[in-house]
């Protein structure tokens, strides 16, 4: 199915797409149901195209790249964080509900503020940084070596998922700690023990209580909850060499004055 | 959500970025209000469920301390006190009672262990798999715990 | 990078280690316990009688074992309760108020525990 519909297949039926609607200035965020059309390959995104282009143009909403690599698109299918332009309505039973991700302000319907979760990154943080993990990778003919970019697409999903940042907006949440945890990996010339101080804060690593909803959510494999328990190793082997270095520092030598 | 917690000198100054970058007063989007979200199992995984039971069963053996302790007070009013005590505590609803807190000594013992093993960052892979497999273990034990305290053997 | 030099850094990664010692320790600790009041008595339900409570509190070595399950219990449902409250994003201020309130809750738990026990075992 084209968004314009113009090539709707023979195996076409209606679904009922239940969409979130807030604008600024009003009281409540209210729901809306539109009857799409959709065959087996329809996207949540094509369906709210469809009711973009003939339902209700004001339906606010996020996307760019159609194929999971920009992030943009991220919502909430029936409570379940995906990317929509990636997930098929076919997966979905009943009425699909689509909400904005959770855990961050609603602008206007499901387009949410990602300054708070952009925010919560450590500084500086280059949004494309190339990564050197490209084992058993064979470059093609004509090209001298492979770049790969990091995996997380800073889509949020693992935030809305993360049952902690459900409570506290305050948390650093996965993407931030995930990525300070490759800035350890493949620090180039970061400062490590900055990084290892900026995760050791209260909202920090030791706040996660590994509940994996963010691995579960993440459409990008960065596993950030694996991620997070790396960096907690990370910090207790830190601070057992620092204890060891006060255990092992040589006395001070010579009387006062 | 309205920001009702202290102004930004007395918290990290990196909090307080995250708090100031936030553009409008939209509400925030939530799946459910407050603290009902941690055991919302709705479209979750097993690592939530863990994370959901866990919680549950610590914040029950709190309260479960502290009735024990009320409960045991009732030592110190003397021997028809405490028998008192005794003849509810041997009553069928109280010993179902009881199989419910080694129910959640077992998962949140049990789960915790799983915890402290992933959260010092080893076997991080194997979540589920540990969660599933210490709870039929969990399991096991309550079956043998439920035939005694309800066989009276010992 | 948004990092911050608070001297009390250590209290973060101190309360999940001594959340996982605690709770390590309670394996054992609990199971003793368990057994000893459910498993070993044939009464229904494994409860002692008055004077097998008496008894029981006054041997010295149960009278330790128990001391430390209380204090570390203790210990343990003050750290998980920390935990949880501070999921609710507490100001700096108010996460001072609610540890000093905990160390304050689990002092008296401890000490009443203390007593209780301390008064049964003298009656013996």
Known sequence: MTTDGAAITATASMRTVRVHRFKRGDEAPRTEDHDVPVDERTTVLEALRYIQLHDDPTLGLRHSCFHASCGTCGVRVNGRERLACVTKLSEVSGTIAVDPIANLPVLHDLVVDMAPFLARFPHPHPIVRGSELVPGSVAPEGIDELDRYEDCIECGLCLSACPVAATDDTYLGPAALAYAQRLLEEPRGADRDAILDWADQDAGAWRCHAAFECTEACPSGVRPAQRIMALRKQLRRRRDDRSRDVATAAPPTGGPG | ?154 | MAATTSPERSTRSRSWRWTAVTGVSLLVLVTIHMVAHHFVVDEVGGLRTYQHVLDYISTPIIFVIEGVFLVVVTAHAMLGLRSVLLDFGLSEQRRRLLERGLVGLGVVTVIYGFVLIGVLASRA
């Open chain 2, 1 to 154: 959500m309205s920001d009702t917690r202290a102004p930004s000198s007395e918290r990290d100054p990196g909090v307080d970025e995250i708090v100031r970058s936030r553009r409008g007063d939209g509400p925030v989007s939530r799946k459910l209000p407050g603290p009902v979200a941690w055991f919302d199992l709705r479209s979750r995984s097993t690592g939530h469920l863990a994370f959901s039971l866990n919680r549950i069963t610590g914040l029950g053996l709190v309260g479960y301390l502290y009735l024990h302790l009320a409960v045991l007070s009732t030592l110190l009013g003397g021997e028809d006190s405490w028998n008192g005590f005794l003849e509810l505590a041997t009553t069928p609803l109280f010993l179902g009672l009881d199989l419910l807190l080694v129910f959640g000594l077992l998962v949140h013992g049990l789960n915790g262990t799983r915890l402290s093993l992933i959260g010092s960052g080893y076997v991080p892979n194997h979540q589920k798999a540990s969660f599933w497999a210490l709870m039929a273990f969990g399991a096991i034990v309550l079956v043998y715990t439920a035939l005694h305290i309800f066989g009276g053997e010992s």
